[in-house]
């Protein structure tokens, strides 16, 4: 029997893949999703399938990699890093695509039922480091204010 944790795993391999039933294989036929960043959501498999398939009309090469999962009964929470080019669509209203590339980390819960369908599943990114690195905003670097003497770009790996 596949473990949750498979399920999401290989949701993520779907998307990279851009196989749309492969990516909702899993979900019930209610699943419900919410970005927190964006404060949006929706209900049902294709709604999901089209939250997807928007991020690849911004970003036509993003990938999901360094996935890593925690399981516990009836969730699993995914922490892996998404990088791609801005070169689709508007990113958001009034930030056009501009041929940078970007990439964050990012977290996913994900909820199951007793049959082992995803029920559900909560998404939080960071939405500042996206602005900064395709250049629409910026911000002095944390290091310098905080404490000069972390380097930056110190990648976290949560195990």
């Known amino acids: 029997m596949m473990s949750n944790t498979d399920k999401v795993r290989d949701l993520w391999r779907a998307f990279n893949q851009r196989n749309w039933q492969a990516v909702t294989a899993n979900l019930a036929d209610d699943f419900g999703f919410y970005d927190n960043t964006l404060g949006f959501g ?9 939250y997807m398939q928007a991020f690849i009309s911004k970003m036509s090469d993003i990938n999901i990699f360094e996935i ?42 994900w909820r199951f039922d007793n049959a082992g369908r995803i029920t559900g599943c909560e998404g939080f ?28 770009h110190v990648a976290a790996h949560y195990v």
């Open 42 to 50: 929706g209900i049902g498999k294709q709604s999901f399938a089209d």
């Open 68 to 109: 890593d999962c925690i399981e516990a009964e009836g969730l699993v929470v995914s922490i892996a890093s998404s990088q791609g080019t801005s070169d689709g669509e508007e990113f958001l209203p009034g930030l056009p695509a501009n041929g940078k590339r970007s990439g964050v980390r990012f977290c996913v819960i």
């Open 125 to 152: 990114y960071d939405m500042l480091t996206y602005l900064v690195e395709l250049g629409h905003t910026t911000i002095a670097p944390a290091h310098e204010v905080l404490h000069p003497e972390i380097p930056p």
